[in-house]
């Protein structure tokens, strides 16, 4: 059964950097394309990025320059590099795969 962990969320102030790294287990060849969403209190799950099995990207126009995706399939694992973070990014940032999420991370940029 394959199942996704988020992990590297916190506590950061505005303009400071996280980054979240998503490991996929179970028996998989590939870990495939993947994606990440979040979502903020009272608001609805939206898509952040997303990462094809080539290591192509595309992001959020809300997150463009600030946010880098990348994957290392050795590991297993994609990772979200946030820099130039605001308080508009505080939310659970969740990854996706095919149909399955994880249980997401908790982001809160706050001073």
């Known amino acids: 059964q394959v199942q996704l962990v988020e992990s590297g969320g916190g506590l950061v102030q505005p303009g400071g950097s996280l980054r979240l790294s998503c490991a996929v287990s179970g028996t998989i060849f590939s870990i495939g394309a993947m994606d990440w969403y979040r979502q903020a209190p009272g608001k609805e799950r939206e898509f952040v990025a997303m990462?094809?099995?080539?290591?192509?990207?595309n992001y959020a126009d809300s997150v463009k320059g600030r946010f880098t995706m990348s994957r290392d399939n050795t590991k297993k694992s994609v990772y979200l590099q946030m820099n130039s973070l605001k308080p508009e990014d505080t939310a659970v940032y969740y990854c996706?795969?095919?149909?399955?999420w994880g249980q997401g991370t908790q982001v809160t940029v706050s001073s």
């Open positions: 990462i094809s099995v080539g290591g192509i990207t």
């Open positions: 996706r795969r095919a149909s399955i």
